[in-house]
């Protein structure tokens, strides 16, 4: 069982409460957006859990590097949030939308 099927089958989400790179009070306002991801290419060290978890949005590179296609839409973002939090090297990131006038 890969760790995304475990994670989905588990039910174990991380909540914005818990993710300490996303603070709750900013999480609220940008439900109206699209979140991104971001990579940290050299503190990326090719690991592929990202892709694991959220194959949805990450994809491998024949060397194993991340290829992030798309924005994290609302379906998937607690994976999302559980990819950022897995990855070993901390060189994952969620980019919160902009804030709306
Ligand atoms: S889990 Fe982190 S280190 Fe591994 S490929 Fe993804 S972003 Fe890179």
Do not use: N, Y
């Not at 699209?34 to 978890?53: N, Q």
């Amino acid at each position: 069982m890969s760790i995304h099927e475990a994670l989905r089958k588990s039910g174990d989400q991380v909540s914005p409460a818990r993710d300490d790179r996303v603070s709750p009070a900013r999480d609220d306002s940008v439900r109206k957006g699209e979140h991104t991801l971001r990579v940290d290419w050299p503190a990326c060290k090719a690991h592929g859990v990202c892709a694991e978890i959220l194959p949805e949005v990450v994809s491998l590179d024949q060397w194993g590097f991340p290829i992030v296609s798309g924005a994290v839409t609302d379906d998937v973002l607690e994976m999302a949030r559980a990819a950022v939090k897995a990855c070993p090297t901390l060189a994952l990131r969620l980019i919160q939308p902009p804030r709306r006038p």
